[in-house]
């Protein structure tokens, strides 16, 4: 493969505001994008995609699968629970009612959480083809003997249950490769395959670069851009960024790479608990995991949904918040549905439940169940703060933002507890 022209230059620092005036209001307004979406208008229906073998005709766009009743029902009625009434836009008429997915796991006892609808089963089907076509052909992520635990992961059904309002497939491909990159990364640095503490930060750094491009010397950009083809991480990032940012704006593609860079810190920071042996402080513990989190999906939901939430409202203190605790909740979702795979693998692997147990002195199962409870605990504060954005800022980008983070909450604590290949639960009741 032919190494690649420099990424185009695609940074923009998102424009900061203290206050926000009638007129920043106005602005805002004006700026924002699809808002008969956010008040329950359908897209116009596009042809029915050709069957999946049929090759598309030279040059032709590939026909996009409408969007589910369902899942646009889910996105405008926004979370249940307390705190949320302030999420819900009044409608016209009143949206037809979900109907919760069909379950092939158990959810894990007294964890707060919310149904949602079965993710489409077309778009499942389009989105994983297309994901591993773009794995094994345009990247070559993964050997032969991997496929298997590709196809385990059911990033398909994973991506569409979380991005409900997703305007059709090319759109969900850009949140799909992402975590596909994403993944690969934290399997082939951090653990399951060949990863290793040792030498993390310089693979990471290396890695960064394919998100956000190196400006050097002509003399050595050559020797950059070779770099990355030269592992399986690299290429997913650099062709999952190339794809993102012909769809995303500026400012969009800038707040994705501030996100990984935290991304980034938080896997250095549990890689520097791994090499001293140690097992931090709970609070310790969770302050890594408000980083190397699930936080980078969620702050995209706009770019997928097709609009902008402008950057000014995005950069936000209170919206940062509510990012934040979305990402931390489905985060500590990940430890309690992983943690018998956790586990099985050798070695110490830290989630909330073993820092509790170990550093509180209680027993396995007492320390899982507080971790539920923590769970709960960020899961309250997010819909509690979410609410209160959105009572403070009645903005049609701003509404339909917060559904769409609130949807990737519920979506990805979906995709954990039906994902039996992946996940078991501990006999702890």
Known sequence: MPPPEPVPPQS???????????????????????????????????????????????????????LPDAGLARILSGPS?????????????????????????????GLYHHPIPEPDPVRVAEVSRRIKDWALDEVSLYPEDWAEEFDGFSVGSYMVGCHPDAPGIDHLMIATRLMVAENAVDDCYCEDHGGSPVGLGERLLLAHTALDPLYTTSEYQPDWAKSLHSDA?????????????????ASQADRYRHDMARLHLGYL???????EERVPEVWEYLAMRQFNNFRPCPTITDTVGGYEL??????????????????????????????????????????LPVVIAEREGLSDRDAYLKSVEVHNDLMHDFESAAAALAAELPLPSVQRFLRGVAAWVD???????NNTYRYSLPDFW
């Open 12 to 66: 923009g620092l998102p424009e900061a505001a203290a206050r926000y005036g009638a007129q920043v209001l106005a602005d805002a307004t004006a700026r924002a994008r699809d808002i008969s979406a956010a008040f329950g208008g359908l897209p116009s229906p596009p042809a029915p995609p050709s069957p999946p073998d049929a090759p598309a005709p030279p040059g032709s766009v590939p026909a996009e699968v409408p």
């Open 81 to 109: 629970g307390i705190g949320t009434a302030g999420l819900r836009l009044s409608l016209p008429e009143e949206a037809p009612a979900s109907t919760p997915a069909a379950a092939t796991g158990t959810p894990i006892p």
């Open 233 to 249: 991480p690299r290429r997913a990032y650099r062709s999952a960024m190339e794809y993102f940012v012909q769809v995303g704006s």
């Open 269 to 275: 920071a549990e890689a520097a608990w791994a090499q």
């Open 310 to 351: 402008p950057a000014d409202l995005h950069a936000r203190p209170d919206m940062q918040k509510v990012i934040a605790l979305a990402g931390n909740a489905t985060t500590i979702v990940n430890d309690l549905y992983s943690y018998m795979k956790e586990l099985d693998a050798p070695g110490t692997h830290l989630n």
């Open 411 to 417: 979506g990805n604590h979906h995709w954990h507890q």
